[in-house]
Protein backbone atom coordinates (compact mmCIF):
# COMPACT_ATOMS: atom_id res chain seq x y z
CA UNK A 1 0.00 0.00 0.00
CA UNK A 2 1.21 3.59 -0.81
CA UNK A 3 1.68 6.00 1.86
CA UNK A 4 2.62 9.63 1.42
CA UNK A 5 3.19 12.25 4.03
CA UNK A 6 4.03 15.82 3.74
CA UNK A 7 5.86 17.92 5.90
CA UNK A 8 7.34 21.08 6.47
CA UNK A 9 4.52 23.94 5.35
CA UNK A 10 3.87 26.68 8.15
CA UNK A 11 3.23 30.24 8.48
CA UNK A 12 5.80 32.59 6.57
CA UNK A 13 5.86 36.27 5.67
CA UNK A 14 5.79 37.45 2.24
CA UNK A 15 8.88 36.75 0.56
CA UNK A 16 9.72 33.83 2.18
CA UNK A 17 10.85 30.85 1.56
CA UNK A 18 9.64 26.88 2.94
CA UNK A 19 10.55 23.63 2.07
CA UNK A 20 7.77 20.93 1.53
CA UNK A 21 8.37 17.60 2.04
CA UNK A 22 6.82 14.33 0.98
CA UNK A 23 8.20 10.88 2.41
CA UNK A 24 6.77 7.99 0.23
CA UNK A 25 6.60 4.86 1.55
CA UNK A 26 5.20 1.47 -0.22
CA UNK A 27 5.96 2.77 -3.70
CA UNK A 28 7.27 -0.42 -5.74
CA UNK A 29 7.15 1.09 -9.70
CA UNK A 30 10.16 1.42 -11.35
CA UNK A 31 8.31 4.21 -12.83
CA UNK A 32 6.65 7.31 -11.36
CA UNK A 33 5.07 10.86 -11.97
CA UNK A 34 5.14 13.05 -8.37
CA UNK A 35 3.35 16.01 -8.68
CA UNK A 36 2.94 18.75 -5.65
CA UNK A 37 -0.82 20.46 -6.04
CA UNK A 38 -2.21 23.14 -3.66
CA UNK A 39 -6.07 24.34 -2.72
CA UNK A 40 -6.88 27.50 -1.16
CA UNK A 41 -9.96 27.81 0.55
CA UNK A 42 -12.97 28.51 -1.67
CA UNK A 43 -10.64 27.33 -5.05
CA UNK A 44 -10.19 24.46 -7.27
CA UNK A 45 -7.36 22.25 -6.60
CA UNK A 46 -4.82 23.35 -9.21
CA UNK A 47 -1.29 21.75 -10.42
CA UNK A 48 2.04 23.46 -8.53
CA UNK A 49 4.95 21.38 -9.88
CA UNK A 50 5.45 17.85 -11.53
CA UNK A 51 8.19 15.83 -12.20
CA UNK A 52 8.40 12.14 -13.78
CA UNK A 53 10.78 9.74 -14.07
CA UNK A 54 12.37 10.26 -17.15
CA UNK A 55 13.82 13.50 -15.27
CA UNK A 56 11.10 16.18 -17.07
CA UNK A 57 9.47 19.00 -14.68
CA UNK A 58 6.79 21.40 -15.27
CA UNK A 59 5.53 24.18 -13.35
CA UNK A 60 2.22 26.30 -12.85
CA UNK A 61 3.20 29.50 -14.80
CA UNK A 62 2.92 31.41 -11.56
CA UNK A 63 5.71 29.25 -9.38
CA UNK A 64 7.79 29.49 -12.22
CA UNK A 65 11.33 30.91 -11.00
CA UNK A 66 10.00 30.56 -7.32
CA UNK A 67 9.78 27.08 -7.06
CA UNK A 68 11.50 23.93 -7.94
CA UNK A 69 10.43 20.41 -7.46
CA UNK A 70 13.12 17.75 -7.14
CA UNK A 71 13.31 14.04 -5.76
CA UNK A 72 15.70 12.49 -3.84
CA UNK A 73 15.05 8.27 -4.45
CA UNK A 74 17.60 7.26 -1.75
CA UNK A 75 14.97 9.01 0.43
CA UNK A 76 11.98 7.89 -1.35
CA UNK A 77 11.10 11.84 -0.89
CA UNK A 78 10.14 14.29 -3.18
CA UNK A 79 10.42 17.74 -2.27
CA UNK A 80 8.82 21.28 -3.58
CA UNK A 81 11.26 24.66 -2.47
CA UNK A 82 9.43 27.47 -2.29
CA UNK A 83 11.22 30.96 -2.61
CA UNK A 84 9.45 34.73 -2.52
CA UNK A 85 6.25 33.28 -1.37
CA UNK A 86 3.30 35.72 -1.96
CA UNK A 87 -0.24 35.74 -0.42
CA UNK A 88 -1.71 34.06 -3.36
CA UNK A 89 0.47 31.01 -2.44
CA UNK A 90 -1.48 30.16 0.67
CA UNK A 91 -3.19 27.01 0.45
CA UNK A 92 -3.25 23.48 1.22
CA UNK A 93 -0.58 21.19 -0.21
CA UNK A 94 -0.81 18.15 -1.56
CA UNK A 95 1.79 15.73 -2.85
CA UNK A 96 0.39 13.03 -5.82
CA UNK A 97 2.36 9.72 -6.90
CA UNK A 98 1.12 7.51 -10.00
CA UNK A 99 2.73 4.83 -11.88
CA UNK A 100 2.71 5.71 -15.19
CA UNK A 101 3.88 8.99 -16.95
CA UNK A 102 1.73 8.74 -19.96
CA UNK A 103 -2.06 7.48 -20.14
CA UNK A 104 -2.64 7.03 -23.78
CA UNK A 105 -1.55 10.82 -25.19
CA UNK A 106 -2.08 12.59 -21.32
CA UNK A 107 1.20 13.39 -19.61
CA UNK A 108 0.82 12.94 -16.10
CA UNK A 109 1.51 17.34 -15.99
CA UNK A 110 -2.21 17.59 -17.78
CA UNK A 111 -4.62 19.14 -15.80
CA UNK A 112 -7.21 16.14 -16.28
CA UNK A 113 -4.48 13.30 -15.01
CA UNK A 114 -5.61 11.30 -12.09
CA UNK A 115 -3.50 10.45 -9.86
CA UNK A 116 -3.69 7.02 -8.37
CA UNK A 117 -2.47 8.35 -4.77
CA UNK A 118 -2.34 11.05 -2.57
CA UNK A 119 -1.06 12.57 0.55
CA UNK A 120 -2.94 14.31 3.62
CA UNK A 121 -1.61 17.72 3.16
CA UNK A 122 0.33 19.88 4.61
CA UNK A 123 -0.67 24.28 4.88
CA UNK A 124 1.27 27.17 3.87
CA UNK A 125 0.05 30.58 5.23
CA UNK A 126 1.70 33.59 3.73
CA UNK A 127 1.49 36.78 5.33
CA UNK A 128 1.29 40.40 3.88
Known amino acids: QVQLRESGGGSVQAGGSLRLSCKVSGYTYRTYCMSWFRRAPGKEREGVATIDSDGMTVYKDSVKGRFAIAEDSAKNTLYLQMHSLKPEDAAMYYC??????????????????????WGQGTPVTVSS
Open 96 to 117: AVDPWVMRGNLHCSHAGYVFAD
